[in-house]
Structures are given as C-alpha cells and as structure tokens.
C-alpha cells in the first residue's frame, strides 16, 4: 500500500492517539494544535506547590485494551496508582457526608438507601427485560425500571453528576455505558450478568487500576506526543479546509503571529470537539450541512475550584476518593475530590487539596458567576459538610464553558452525520471524544 500524507487536526488524546496509529500503518503524519502545548482538555499545573488537573482527574484501567495500550507505548510503568483508601468513596444525605458500602455486610447497615430502597435493589435479578429492549432508553429510566427510585437519586444521579457533570435522564444508556445494556439485553438482570463473568469477561483485567502520573494527567499526552516520528506542529490553527479537484485535501493553518501555512493532504482527520468545526472554513465538500448536525453536541459548563488548606484545618479524615451530591440535596456543588489522598504529591506536606466540581447540566447558571463567588460556594458548602476552620491557603479556578460532551438523544444523529459526511467527501473522517464517548480509554486507538 502506498504512504499517505494525513492531516490530524487536534492534539488532544484523541488526536495524538490516531496519529501514532497512523504512523504505525505507515503514512506520513502531520498533527496541527492550536494550543502551544500537547493535551487538549488534559492540562495539570503546577502553583503554589499543588498540582492540579484542569481536565481528568484520574484514568480508570479495566479492560486489557487499555492497559495493552498504556503497555506498548511504554507508559503504564510511569503510571501513579491512586492510594488505597480511595476504593471508599461518599454521598451526601440529610447534610452528613456518608460512604457507600464497599461489600455485602456494609450494604446491609449503610443509610445510603432506606430499608424499602435496599429490598427493591435486591428483587433486580427477578424484574423481568423490558420486552422492546428500546435503545434509546435513557440512564434513568433503566436504573428506575431495574433498581428503583432510590437508586436512581442517590446512586446513578450524583454518579453521572460526577462522571459527565449531566443528568441520568439526558444519558441514552446504550452509549453512555453500552456494557449495561448489553448485560440486560444478554443476561436478562444486571446481576445475573454479574454473577457470569459480565460483557467479553475474557476483555476484561482480574483487577482494574486507577491511575495518574506524577506530573499529573498531561503527563499521559506529553509522553504519547514524544513517540511521534515528528513532532505536533503547535500553536498553529486549522482555519480553511479545502477539497481540491486532484482529489487533495488543502489545509490552511494560523500560526501564534499570523503565518498562514498551507499544505496538501490525501486524507483529513478531524480530532477537533465538535463546536470547533462550524469554526473552520469548508471549500468544496458535500454535504457541509452536516458540521451543523454535529455541533448540537451538548456539552455542559463546569467550574472546578481547586482549594487548598492545613491538614489540620479539616476535620474530615478524607479517607476515601471525595464525596457526590445528589441532586435531590438541592446543595450548590456536584461534589468533591481528595485530590491530595488520592494521589501523591497534589499538595505541600500537612495540606490537603480538595477539587469541587460546580455547574454542569444541573446549575449551569452557577458557571456565569464571577470567579470569587463560585470559589466561595464550593468553600461554604466544605466547610459545613468536611467540617472545615477558617480559610482556604490557597484557591484557583478553572472554567471549562463546554466540558465534557455528552452522550444524548442527538447522538445517533451525530453518528450519521459524520459516517455521512465521510462516505460523501473521500479522505475525510470525524473522530473524537463527542462521538466515541468521553472517558480516556475511548481517545486512545491502537
Ligand atoms: C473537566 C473534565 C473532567 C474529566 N474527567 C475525566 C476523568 O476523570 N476520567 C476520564 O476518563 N475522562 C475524563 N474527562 C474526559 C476526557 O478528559 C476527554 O474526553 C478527553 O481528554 C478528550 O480528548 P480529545 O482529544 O478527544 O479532545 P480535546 O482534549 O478537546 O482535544 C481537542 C484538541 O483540538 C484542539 N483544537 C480545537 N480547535 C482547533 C483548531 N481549529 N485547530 C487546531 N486545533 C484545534 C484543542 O486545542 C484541543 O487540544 C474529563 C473531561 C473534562 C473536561
């Protein structure tokens, strides 16, 4: 097979990802990033001596994909593993902030559901599948229909909160956690589905990891960029995009001061979130309608505060990974990391770092305040949940206007649109987290 010149437009996980595998199958790769350094929404910072992630806090290793991924680019031997305590992880109830239970007989004396909540969870493996099997169901309406109410607003709501900033009742379940609603679909019970090993057993690790690395998340992208046989092209904007008649792709670039460089491709592969393709020019391709279509990706603003204290200031032990809210608690933030227990070296010695997600689908609103007033009520609420004395030592914000896309009702249409989009303009293809899903594992393609 003959090498190709292909264009990859984004630096980001996604984008690094498909360019190393591009580079694998032999054909000239040049990757265009408009930010000055590789990562996309994967920033860790360094201030004050706190280290904070702007973007994913943590990578969940589960199946053999992903740790063969991390293996072959060498990268799974600098991976941090997350301290032990964080397998206990909180809600909030009632104004106190309880664990979930880890096991059978915690689950037993747990309030985190009532007695009637506990019994409807146990009859799941009895309630018959739902007979059309509809694949638009949403989160909430399956964790309603198999685990009832309780489990609905105090497990599956504050979860999705935490992992999308979203609502269970936006999720369509067969995107957002396909393995669910295959389970149901092969299994008939969530639990019999369990007790079998689950979806491709054979997929999946005998012990999954959660990790980081010790310069934060970035780390992950900066290592994957370094692998590269040439280096990302930064700083550079991808503002026109044109199909000429010799069946070539023109790129147009903007670099940092002005310079526009041009180049011709045989094959375009976007990377970009989607709201960053109405941005570009497109010159003679079919159905550029389509870019419209995409761009409805729902993507919920979120403000992360990151707050840092004396140990000895917070009363809670902060044993575990942080608290979630659920919604039903009508409480002003999403919850709160143990960002300094869950990794080391996130905070000076004797401090604790605590990162507290505000916003999201539920309060959006809450992200178009000035920066000291979400500061201060991720602050409030802390302190009277955590039991916090005096100030923080130390404060940073991060608003992301359009966090994490969202795998909602549009997405089936999102989906066509851009298989459409390619089978119409040969060379062209649209890839990226608001199409194959959010969490890490999916950005990285061997
Ligand atoms: C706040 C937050 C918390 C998260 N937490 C987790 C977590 O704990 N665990 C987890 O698994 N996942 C998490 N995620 C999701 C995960 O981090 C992202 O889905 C993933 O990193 C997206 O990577 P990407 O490469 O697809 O997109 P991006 O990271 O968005 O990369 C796209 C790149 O394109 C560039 N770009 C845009 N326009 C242009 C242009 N015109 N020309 C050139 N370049 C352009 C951007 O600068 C960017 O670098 C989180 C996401 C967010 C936002």
Not at 109 to 128: H, V
Not at 159 to 174: C, D, H, N, T
Not at 207 to 232: D, Y
């Amino acid at each position: 097979m003959s090498r190709k010149k292909v264009c990859i437009l984004g630096a980001g996980l996604s984008g690094l990802s498909l360019a190393l595998s591009q580079e694998r199958k032999g054909n000239q790769v040049s990757l265009f990033e408009k930010d000055l350094q590789v990562g996309g929404v994967l920033q860790s910072i360094k201030s004050e001596g706190y280290l904070l992630d702007y973007g994913a806090n943590t990578l969940s290793i589960r199946t053999k994909n992903t740790e063969n991924y991390l293996k072959q680019h060498k990268i799974l031997e600098h991976a941090l593993d997350a301290n032990q305590e964080c397998s206990k992880r909180f809600i909030v109830k009632k104004n106190q902030v309880i664990s979930l239970p880890q096991g059978p007989l915690s689950f037993l004396t747990s309030s985190f559901l009532s007695p009637l909540g506990k019994m409807r969870l146990c009859i799941e493996p009895f309630i018959a599948r739902k007979k059309d099997n509809s694949p638009d169901e949403t989160m909430a309406s399956f964790v309603k229909r198999r685990l009832g109410k309780q489990a609905l607003d105090y497990g599956a709501n504050p979860f999705i909160g935490g992992v999308y900033a979203s609502r269970p009742e936006s999720l369509i379940l067969k995107h957002a956690f396909p393995s669910l609603y295959e389970t149901e679909r092969k299994f008939g019970s969530i639990f019999w589905g369990m007790i079998r090993g689950g979806i491709q057993p054979s997929e999946k690790l005998p012990h999954s990891r959660l990790v980081s690395f010790n310069e934060g998340m970035q780390e992950l992208p900066k290592r994957l960029a370094e692998k590269l046989s040439i280096p990302p092209v930064l700083g550079c904007e991808i503002k026109k995009i044109e199909f000429k008649n010799n069946s070539k792709w023109c790129v147009h670039a903007e670099a940092k001061d002005g310079k526009i460089k041009e180049e011709l491709f045989d094959q375009v592969i976007s990377t970009l979130p989607s709201h960053a393709l109405l941005k570009i020019e497109w010159i003679g391709i079919n159905a550029p309608h389509l870019f419209k279509t995409l761009a409805q990706t729902f993507h919920p603003p979120l403000a992360l505060c990151f707050q840092g204290f004396k140990r000895q200031q917070i009363q809670h032990p902060l044993d575990g990974f942080g608290f979630l809210v659920p919604e039903k608690e009508k409480r002003k933030i999403l919850g709160t990391l143990f960002s300094s227990t869950l990794f080391k070296n996130r905070a000076p010695k004797n401090y604790a770092l605590l990162t507290t997600f505000v916003g999201g689908e539920r309060n959006p609103e809450l992200c178009n305040l000035p920066d000291n007033k979400i500061l201060e009520y991720a602050y409030k609420e802390n302190k009277k949940l955590l039991g916090i004395e005096g100030k923080p030592t130390f404060e940073h914000i991060k608003l992301w206007p359009k966090s994490i896309p969202i795998p909602d009702s549009t997405l089936d249409a999102r989906i066509k649109a851009a298989s459409t989009l390619s089978i119409k303009n040969k060379g062209l293809q649209i890839l990226g987290s608001h199409l194959n899903g959010a969490p890490l594992p999916n950005c990285m393609v061997l």
